[in-house]
Nanobody, 115 residues
Framework: QVQLVESGGGLVQPGGSLRLSCAAS????????MGWYRQAPGKQRELVCG???????DYASSVKGRFTISRDNAKNTMYLQMNSLKPDDTGVYYC?????????WGQGTQVTVSS
């Protein structure tokens, strides 16, 4: 079992920045892949970015160059640094982990980009 807890969401103006955190606990050594998904109102949940246990990363084209995913293995925490935020980035952001082929999700944190 893996538990994921997100934090760091909030309201920010366009062009601003936010950093999300995802603290993992439980059987963390079984985690192969972690990522951030988001779901905007009325839309399907989409993968924003991901990071493997080896540190390789991948980003959706809509956030490439603006968002940075990272993980601190010593703190069992994954981060999402979001810069140059746009109103289209608004949504609930979910932390995701793949551990031994099983998917785990955090509870989600709201990000609202609005003036």
């Amino acid at each position: 079992q893996v538990q994921l807890v997100e934090s760091g969401g909030g309201l920010v103006q366009p062009g601003g920045s936010l950093r999300l955190s995802c603290a993992a606990s439980g059987n963390i050594f079984s985690i192969y892949f972690m990522g951030w998904y988001r779901q905007a109102p009325g839309k399907q949940r989409e993968l924003v970015c991901g990071i493997s246990s080896s540190g390789s990363t991948d980003y959706a084209s809509s956030v490439k160059g603006r968002f940075t995913i990272s993980r601190d293995n010593a703190k069992n925490t994954m981060y999402l640094q979001m810069n140059s935020l746009k109103p289209d980035d608004t949504g609930v952001y979910y932390c995701y982990a793949d551990a031994l082929g099983r998917a785990y999700w955090g509870q989600g944190t709201q990000v609202t980009v609005s003036s």
